[in-house]
C-alpha cells in the first residue's frame, strides 16, 4: 500500500511537472512570437522609410535639376543683355566721336 501511494505521489508529481514544462513552453513561444512581431513591425517601418527617402532623393535631383537649368537661363539672359547694353554703348561712343569730329 505504501509502495502504491508513492508510486501515486510520484505520478501526480511528474503530471503536474509535465504541466509546468508545457506552461513555460506555452509561455516561451507567447514571448518568442510577440519578439518576431516586433521585429516583422520594424522591418516594415525600415522599408517604409527607406521608400520615402528614396522619393525624397528623387524629389530633391528634380528640384535641383530643374533650378539648374532656370540659373542657367537668367545668367544666358543676363550675358545676352549685357552683350546688347554694351553694343548700345559703343554706338553711342561712335556717334559721339562723329559729332565731335563735326565739331574739329
Same mark, same amino acid.
Given at each position: 500500500?505504501?509502495?502504491?501511494?508513492? @508510486? *501515486?505521489? =510520484?505520478?501526480?508529481?511528474?503530471?503536474?511537472?509535465?504541466?509546468? #514544462?508545457?506552461?513555460? @513552453?506555452?509561455?516561451? /513561444?507567447?514571448? =518568442? @512570437?510577440? %519578439?518576431?512581431?516586433?521585429?516583422? /513591425?520594424? $522591418?516594415?517601418?525600415?522599408?517604409? #522609410?527607406? $521608400?520615402?527617402? *528614396?522619393? %525624397?532623393?528623387?524629389?530633391?535631383?528634380? %528640384?535641383? @535639376?530643374?533650378?539648374?537649368? $532656370?540659373?542657367?537661363?537668367?545668367?544666358?539672359?543676363?550675358? /545676352?543683355? =549685357?552683350?546688347?547694353? &554694351? $553694343?548700345?554703348?559703343? %554706338? #553711342?561712343? /561712335?556717334?559721339?566721336?562723329? *559729332?565731335?569730329? &563735326?565739331?574739329?
Amino acid at each position: 500500500a505504501n509502495a502504491e501511494s508513492e @508510486q *501515486k505521489s =510520484l505520478s501526480q508529481e511528474m503530471e503536474r511537472n509535465q504541466t509546468s #514544462l508545457q506552461q513555460m @513552453q506555452q509561455n516561451y /513561444h507567447n514571448k =518568442l @512570437q510577440k %519578439k518576431q512581431d516586433e521585429l516583422d /513591425h520594424a $522591418r516594415d517601418e525600415m522599408t517604409r #522609410l527607406t $521608400r520615402d527617402i *528614396k522619393k %525624397k532623393d528623387s524629389e530633391i535631383a528634380t %528640384k535641383t @535639376q530643374q533650378f539648374t537649368i $532656370r540659373i542657367t537661363e537668367i545668367q544666358d539672359s543676363i550675358t /545676352h543683355e =549685357l552683350t546688347q547694353a &554694351q $553694343r548700345e554703348i559703343e %554706338k #553711342l561712343r /561712335h556717334a559721339l566721336t562723329l *559729332k565731335e569730329n &563735326q565739331y574739329d
